[in-house]
């Protein structure tokens, strides 16, 4: 498993310098828990106690969001409260389109992949997760579930940040 998440790092790193970072990073090397902020495109983490709302996203076997559209003013720092209310995995991933796009054919080719990043979070089923971000940048984002399938089935929303 282990070689299986080096060598999908590898590809990762490879693949674009915004690639989406998987691997043996928080998973048993003493990093687990924190927070590491890098500035995306789409914003930054951030902290729960600068969470000026929360906004809670609900996930379901019918392969959507509840809300699927999501309106943030730019430097605003948001709570997502996901709740999984299916029967299988589901996720929540902050990106663009294209990063989105790129990440879900990998999960296609690397479907036990798991996600360490804050603007990632798996959902068990009936259980509930949580991302909290800074949208520091204005802009036409997009939230996807990248399990296999259910991308392409339609679970993805999106997020409009207002310029200051």
Known sequence: MRRLHTIAAILLSAASAGAFAHGGAGHGDGTAGVVI???????????????????EVGMSDAMRFTPARIRVRQGETLRFRLKNDGAVMHEMVIGTADTLAEHAALMKRFPNMEHDEPYMAHVAPGTQGEIVWTFNRAGDFDFACLIPGHYDAGMIGKIEVAAE
Not at 37 to 55: C, M
């Open 37 to 55: 902020k890098e500035q995306k495109p789409w914003g930054i983490a951030g902290e729960a106690a600068d969470a000026v709302r929360t906004v």
